[in-house]
């Protein structure tokens, strides 16, 4: 157990921080500071407060986004070790976990959290970034990391075995 823990961890924190970053220069080109994508996140769980909260919001923002993280990671894992199937089509099963994350995170996470709803519609471009960014930020990374750490456990069982 403790290496599927440690590899949800490895594997959540690179899929967090390849999400965030890209979120952090999609967003720096729109104008929004990473302090606000930040603040942001954090108003899922506190609010409008967030937005007068400084440091404290920032960090709990950060919290927050890899919390969410290491959680699609847990998921992914768990059901890789129940369905086999997932691990021998990596690709395929992290490109559909990625849209499956963008349609549970924007279509029910997102409107029973406490974020401020966007003043006017979401953008084309801007759904499209939040598809693809979900795609190749979380779903291929957990779901080709998840393989890679299936591939060498079982590896390493064998190698026991025989000895």
Known sequence: MARKTRAIFWIGLVAGTLDITENLVFNHFRGISAWRVFQYIASGLIGMKSFQSGWNSVALGVAIHYAIALTWTGIFLFAALKFPTITRRPVLSG???????????????LPLSGVPHPPAAITVASRINAVLALI?????????????VETYGTQSRQIKSDQ
């Not at 499956?100 to 995170?105: G, K, T």
């Open 95 to 109: 490109v559909i976990y990625g849209c499956l994350v963008y349609l549970i995170m924007t279509f029910m996470v």
């Open 136 to 148: 190749f930020c979380i779903g291929l990374p957990i779901s080709l990391l998840t393989r890679k």
